[in-house]
T-cell receptor, first 114, second 113 residues
Framework: AQSVTQLDSQVPVFEEAPVELRCNYSSSVSVYLFWYVQYPNQGLQLLLKYLSGSTLVKGINGFEAEFNKSQTSFHLRKPSVHISDTAEYFCAVSNSGGYQKVTFGTGTKLQVIP | GAVVSQHPSWVICKSGTSVKIECRSLDFQATTMFWYRQFPKQSLMLMATSNEGSKATYEQGVEKDKFLINHASLTLSTLTVTSAHPEDSSFYIC?????????FGPGTRLTVL
């Protein structure tokens, strides 16, 4: 079984400051890792994903994440946030096999303060 | 690429009626689609996996007779909430698997009065 832990339910940060949203996972098999963003009353948009290769993954909107296998982490970072980044962010994991059932974390609400 | 649409985006219905939600992959074919449910301020919970041409696989605790899933083609899966009740009110989101990831629809807000 897989699980995802997002320890921070809310992260307030001032505009133009850096931010890190934490994500840890557990799995007994090789995994794919994802970060999704959800704006109010909307579906999920894929920010970035790690499938294999370089552990530093760059995504849309200036976000990046680093896969750390030894620490089973996949933290999301952005060097300078904007008001428009205010949203809910979900970390997710799936097995790397053919049947990719995705398990989501509980989400982190990023609040950018002007 | 990898665009998924849902219809309708929101629906209000009376208790006891049935509601059908469509999920379409617009620019790719998806043999596997997924249906999720999201309650306010909570994460997504997988309800079922929809496989083209075969029966859906339901997660534990999800009533298959209440949430009917049909995946009749490689670009369309439907979720029908039968005999809806107020507790079925929720945000329903589908996704389609493509290229090592899942791409999500915009969601359907269901309100049962």
């Amino acid at each position: 079984a897989q699980s995802v832990t997002q320890l921070d339910s809310q992260v307030p940060v001032f505009e133009e400051a850096p931010v890190e949203l934490r994500c840890n996972y557990s799995s007994s098999v090789s995994v794919y890792l994802f970060w999704y963003v959800q704006y109010p009353n909307q579906g999920l948009q894929l920010l970035l994903k790690y499938l294999s290769g370089s552990t530093l993954v760059k995504g849309i909107n200036g976000f990046e994440a680093e896969f750390n296998k030894s620490q089973t982490s996949f933290h999301l970072r952005k060097p300078s946030v904007h008001i428009s980044d205010t949203a809910e962010y979900f970390c997710a994991v799936s097995n790397s096999g053919g049947y990719q059932k995705v398990t989501f974390g509980t989400g982190t609400k990023l609040q950018v303060i002007p | 690429g990898a665009v998924v649409s849902q219809h309708p985006s929101w629906v209000i219905c009376k208790s006891g009626t049935s509601v059908k939600i469509e999920c379409r992959s617009l620019d790719f074919q998806a043999t596997t689609m997924f249906w999720y449910r999201q309650f306010p301020k909570q994460s997504l919970m997988l309800m079922a996996t929809s496989n083209e041409g075969s029966k859906a696989t339901y997660e534990q605790g999800v009533e298959k007779d209440k949430f009917l899933i049909n995946h009749a083609s490689l670009t369309l899966s439907t979720l029908t909430v039968t005999s809806a009740h107020p507790e079925d009110s929720s945000f329903y989101i589908c996704s389609a698997q493509q290229g090592g990831g899942q791409y999500f629809g915009p969601g359907t807000r269901l309100t049962v009065l």
